[in-house]
């Protein structure tokens, strides 16, 4: 029995030394509970460097969202990767129904353990109009090129509504 219990524990242990970023954290769940958003693709063996396919954003509110007209800031959150780059921002642009631009930003820095958070400013938009918050992840690298990835998760929208 003891000679069982010994080599089930050897086999666990050999596994865990050969995890790495394979696979496993190119399809993790954006929004499921089990999200590797703040793993970065590190792990004690392998250091992945920089990929652009990790940056990953979501914001946590429903969509569409609507809002008191009493309503003048409003935080948005949500969960975020910062692809193990060393540096990043996240930007948001909020546009009106027709495309104008209601306010923009670049937040360096704001993605800290797998969350970021940022106050909004809503007062000044227009009562029953549908505004657009787009917001997108950029990782830097180490000669201050910036990364997007527009192909899967770098990028959340939601709807926004002032209420009478």
């Known amino acids: 029995m003891r000679k069982i219990h010994f080599y089930l524990i050897s086999c666990l242990s050999l596994m865990l030394l050969f995890q790495n970023c394979g696979q496993e954290y190119a399809t993790s769940n ?10 970065d693709c590190i792990s004690d063996v392998v250091d992945c460097g920089p990929q652009v396919e990790f940056l990953q954003i979501s914001i946590d509110t429903s969509n569409p969202l609507a809002l008191a007209s009493t309503v003048t800031d409003y935080i948005i959150a949500g ?13 948001y642009e909020l546009k009106n129904s027709v495309g104008e631009n209601r306010g ?21 938009l227009v009562i ?18 910036s990364f997007s990835n527009m192909q899967s998760g770098g ?3 939601i709807d ?4 009478p």
């Open 30 to 39: 954006l929004y499921g509970e089990s999200s590797l958003f703040s793993t």
């Open 79 to 91: 969960r975020c990767n910062v692809g193990n780059y060393p540096e990043h921002y996240i930007r």
């Open 104 to 124: 923009s930003q670049n937040l360096s820095e704001f993605c800290k353990s797998g969350r970021y958070e940022f106050s909004l400013r809503v007062s000044g």
């Open 128 to 145: 029953n109009e549908r505004n657009t918050l787009k917001v997108t992840i950029y990782g830097i690298d180490e000669e201050g090129n």
């Open 155 to 157: 990028s959340a929208t």
């Open 160 to 163: 926004l509504y002032r209420l």
